[in-house]
């Protein structure tokens, strides 16, 4: 396997993920639309709410429900206004974050695992930041760390924690099974708990996935709002002209000459093949998939691929 330029690109700390929670403070999931209830508020939300919060006083117009007029402020301006509320959404958010051994691939900054890793508590503490509960799954070859949603720095922490440690445990001298089915057996457990109402953000390559994957997400997003971060390293979309690389499914190795133009081109198919796979799958679903690169700071890259989710959600 590559190995990051960088010592501190192969794994990543809890202190480094909890010390995201300043960077994460200017992301947004979900854009919400506009109302068409009375006191509903100028945006709503599928979601269902935990009550209604004041948001402003505005003059009355034609089919405003007469229960919103503020009589003071009428009697005072001696025109008639309306008191505008917006409902206060309950919308817990389970995280999903693979650290498989596809995972432990880097070939500029780091592995592909720390990607993951850092978009899964910038999703976290933004969430946490908004008001709801979080909770979560990480997942490696052979096992699942499951998390609750619940409303606290310290449930988030407790997630950095369960990410890190599993982080902490991929190495190149891997030696067990591959999993592709951990991510099927991961997404079950999810929707063993999110029967409605929740946010879903599923982080990883998507190595392995099958009709299987397609159609728990499917049952998943028909009650709940999905989100799928596929993180990707882009080594194979530029390879260099010469040397050769080592490659290991966990059991055994081999060596690709990369000065060998056969090899070149297969490599080159394989990587296409698996990208126009991955955005017919996406096309299929219907879901959002926002492609990381492990390859960049995975802040601003977030960032900007939810700016634009929501730009192309307002266009609709």
């Known amino acids: 396997m590559a190995a990051a330029s960088t010592p501190e690109g192969v794994h990543i700390s809890t202190d480094a993920l909890v010390a995201l929670e300043k960077r994460a403070r200017d992301l947004s999931f979900v854009q919400k639309s506009r109302s068409h209830q009375q006191l509903a508020g100028r945006m ?3 979601m269902r709410g935990r009550g209604l ?17 503020d009589w003071r402020v009428t009697a005072r301006t001696n025109k008639p206004v309306v008191r505008v509320y917006s409902e206060e959404k309950e919308r817990p958010a389970l995280i999903v974050v693979d650290q498989r051994i596809n995972m432990f691939f880097g070939s500029k900054r780091q592995m592909k695992s720390v990607t993951a890793a850092q978009a899964a508590m910038l999703c976290a503490w933004r969430i946490l930041g908004s008001g709801d509960r979080v909770g979560g799954f990480v997942f490696n070859n052979s096992d699942i760390d499951e998390l609750r949603p619940h409303r606290s720095r310290e449930a988030v922490i407790k997630l950095a924690g369960k990410i890190a440690a599993q982080n902490g445990e991929l190495n190149a001298g891997f030696s067990g099974q591959a999993s592709p089915s951990a991510l099927d057996v991961s997404l079950q457990r999810v929707a063993g708990i999110a029967h409605h109402d929740h946010l879903i953000i599923v982080i990883s390559d998507f190595d392995g996935h099958s009709a299987t994957t397609r159609d728990i997400l499917l049952k998943l997003s028909g009650r709940n709002d999905v989100i799928c971060i596929l993180v990707y390293d882009p080594f194979l979309l530029d390879l260099p002209a010469s040397g050769g690389i080592v490659v ?6 081999a060596e690709l000459p990369l000065r060998r133009a056969d090899v070149r081109q297969g490599i080159g198919a394989f990587a296409r093949d698996r990208g126009r796979a991955l955005r017919d799958w996406q096309r299929a679903l219907g879901l959002p998939m926002l492609p990381v690169s492990a390859a960049e700071d995975t802040a601003p890259q977030l960032r900007r691929l939810l700016e634009q989710a929501a730009w192309r959600q307002r266009r609709r």
């Open 44 to 46: 709503q939300s599928s």
């Open 53 to 69: 919060t004041f948001e402003e006083l505005r003059d009355y117009l034609p089919g405003d429900d007469i229960r919103s007029i």
């Open 248 to 253: 290991s499914g966990g059991g055994l190795q």
